[in-house]
């Protein structure tokens, strides 16, 4: 009995994991293929800065109600008929080229893929043991990974070559391949109601003083990360005086870095200790940003922007492994919309104040500064796990 359910749960995962990679590879051209399109239209900056606020608003709004949500239908059915909702509005954007109308569709559509998004969340603690459940998000972030590097080179060669309908129809065919899919789930699971959840499991306030070590994490790393990814621009271009070829093999290499990250979080030593390289990875990180006071030339900087991919992909690795291990099923839907509420937020506010540290102490000052507060995090962090340790706490 033990082994055929451990059977249909690997069979369930790789399903899933299959059907969130085609579909989010869809999204994925279509992000940055309308991000193009607009600004290609428009001639305006502004109208492709928007298009990124109108996909992340639909998050913004959702995050503190999505743990008190009811939904009926088991998960199987929930998530085909997600996939298959999320085609209509493609097929909309098919007949009318219209730049309002495509902020009102994806903000729809962004509204849908969030919802399934934290209920596969909820799906995966379902049918995942807690030992299994490192191993199983290590694999689901190297696929994301893979997605975010590759589809927006794949999205951007296609609208070059055939423009953005295109884009359209290879997203219709991809969420109705992904529901495909997800209807050979086995099982039907159904998602938990609000009232199964444990304390602060449905009230936002309780679900971040429960989580308030990862949370807060999080929000750091996402906020430094989102400063040093603009002020690294600043650096690319004022400093080193690179080309866009340049520019983009170094945003490569740190991809890859975070694809590289992603599996070996996914190794025996890794999955054992963890807690303690998260720590470890996060003052490596800030001793990577102090070194750019040295002025790095291109070859240089393209080494500690892949290792920089390794280490901050373990980091968030832990971070995401925790939240699930610490939660129960009808808890992990409210807490994931927190944690990737807290990340996106994050990442969006830190572009603003990177630019203002820039104007205020100049690219190479702003870099190294914030290498300075991960490398004094990552020393808080070590300390207290010690203490936690040393009083036999978890």
Avoid: W
């Avoid at 109208?47 to 939904?71: D, I, N, R, Y």
């Avoid at 996939?83 to 493609?90: A, N, Q």
């Avoid at 893929?113 to 972030?141: G, H, N, V």
């Amino acid at each position: 009995m033990a082994r055929t359910q451990t059977t249909q749960s690997t069979h369930n995962f790789i399903l899933l994991l299959l059907a969130d990679f085609i579909s989010s590879f869809g999204s994925g051209m279509s992000n940055v293929a309308l991000t193009l399109f607009i600004y290609g239209n428009t001639k305006n900056l502004m109208s492709s800065a928007l298009f990124a606020v109108v996909t992340l608003l639909p998050e913004l709004l959702l995050a503190p109600f999505l743990g008190k949500m009811k939904f009926h239908g088991s998960f199987r059915f929930i998530f085909a008929l997600g996939e298959f909702l999320c085609v209509i509005p493609m097929c909309i954007l098919l007949f009318i080229d219209n730049v309002l109308l495509i902020y009102l569709v994806f903000f729809l559509y962004s509204a849908i893929f969030f919802i399934l998004e934290c209920l596969r969340a909820e799906y995966l603690k379902r049918i995942t043991k807690d030992e299994d459940m490192q191993k199983r998000q290590s694999a689901s972030r190297t696929v994301n990974i893979l997605v975010t590097v590759v589809s927006p080179l794949v999205g951007a060669a296609i609208l070059t070559s055939f423009g953005v309908k295109s884009i359209y129809i290879l997203d219709i065919v991809s969420y109705i391949l992904a529901a495909l899919i997800i209807l050979f789930l086995k099982g039907m699971e159904k998602p938990s109601p609000p009232e199964m959840t444990r304390t602060g499991g449905t009230d936002i306030i309780g679900s971040i003083r429960k989580n308030k070590e990862l949370f807060t994490g999080c929000l750091i790393l996402c906020f430094v990360g989102g400063a040093v990814s603009i002020l690294t621009l600043e650096y690319i271009y004022k400093v080193l005086h690179a080309d866009a070829m340049q520019y983009s093999m170094l945003m490569s290499a740190m991809a890859f870095g975070g694809l590289v990250g992603s599996i070996i979080g996914g190794m025996p030593f890794t999955q054992i200790h963890l807690r303690k390289v998260s720590f470890i990875c996060t003052m490596m990180m800030g001793g990577l940003l102090l070194a750019v006071v040295l002025k790095p030339v291109f070859g240089m900087l393209l080494v500690i922007l892949l290792f920089s991919g390794i280490l901050s992909a373990l980091v968030m690795l832990y971070y995401s492994v925790e939240l699930f291990n610490r939660s129960v099923e009808g808890e992990i839907r409210g807490q994931y919309a927190i944690f990737q509420n807290i990340s996106d937020a994050s990442s969006l506010v830190s572009k603003p104040f990177g630019g203002m540290l820039n104007q205020l102490a100049g690219c190479v000052r702003a870099i190294s500064s914030l290498g300075i507060v991960f490398l004094l995090f990552g020393m808080y962090s070590f300390m207290k796990n010690i203490e936690f340790n040393e009083n036999g706490e978890h």
